[in-house]
């Protein structure tokens, strides 16, 4: 197939991408239970940022499989990228939640 | 639960009195910030029919000439309407003030003096300033009443250099970074409510904050050019004509040889 990205950028239908923004919410949602869950477990160090990485990446797999049936260029602009990608800010949601539940549940008693 | 050396034993009375309220108050005060924005930006300037045409005119030239490589309208309509703007755009028919008489020269208003275009530095000025005062409010009240003490620890290590900052107030040079003070706490709520804002808010709030800071210039630039109005629009459909000439010659229908497509598709051509 040789379309040019002036011809893909013809075809898509503008209210289908706005509604795309679900993708981002779920994301926020989960990078903040992915956080909580970190502070919960008491998590500390890289293994709180790998339990990051492995709920981001969860969290695409599910997508790609049950929302884009394993296509995700028919469904998301981005491609298999901006599946995966959880963006600066809920990175940093994450490691907000993180250090709030890690303190709550074993710094306070 | 792993006990290291140096664990400390914080009184719970302070993550109910500051770590809560910290944060309560960075939500509420973000929401507050977002229609404070929206109540104090003032509403567009309504134009005169004539200079709306005069925008939609361009407007329509512009939609016509993007898509007229692979152009959905056949070739009749396209190019009707594409002389038709092409002639307009030449007597200046759409123009605000009626055709040009003669040869006097039209001046683009200027911006210093036009009251639209300082109403729209203006709100750009404004919203900058709303954004910044609750923030420096914020972090003084947070320094003022809550110095002093560990607030909380950071379950992820950091380098020393961050000692000085996070750990303002507490004189205790052996202690380890990842015990933090409440203006740390303050810088984590405002990166990480950024997500709850977008999720409250939607998503073009104006209580963002890593936005304001990533662009305080960006925004104050844009905003005067907003309205168009120091914008010339005879010279502006003169050259929208000759690229309206340029796009007719790149125009091609996409059902052009459509027929052959479909039967080549079911196998009835070659």
Redesign the interface.
Known sequence: MSTTPDDTAQRIYTPNVLHNNVLTTIKFFSSCFAGAAAGILGLQNWLGFALFIASTLLTAFVIYVVNCKGRPTKFVAGGLWELVNPGQENAFSFVLLWTLFFGIVHVYD | ?SSNAVS???D?Q??DWV?FPI?LVMILVGILRHYVVILLQSQPKKLSRAAIREQRALVRAQILRA?S??SPIPPTYYKSISQHLSKAFNDGTYLKDGPPEGDAPSKPPNPLTDPAAMDGMMSGMKTQMVMMVPQMIIMGWINFFFQGFV???????LTLGFKSMLQRGIETPDMDVRWVSSLS?YF??F??????Y??ILG?ENAADA?RDMASPFAAASAAPQAPGQAQDYNKLFKTERDNLEFAEGLYSWVGNDVEDRVLRRYGKLP
């Open positions: 639960m400390l034993y914080l719970p302070i993550r770590l944060t898509t490589a692979k607030l909380i620890k950071l379950p992820f290590p706490w984590l709520n990166f990480g409510l950024n997500g709850l977008r999720l998503g890593s």
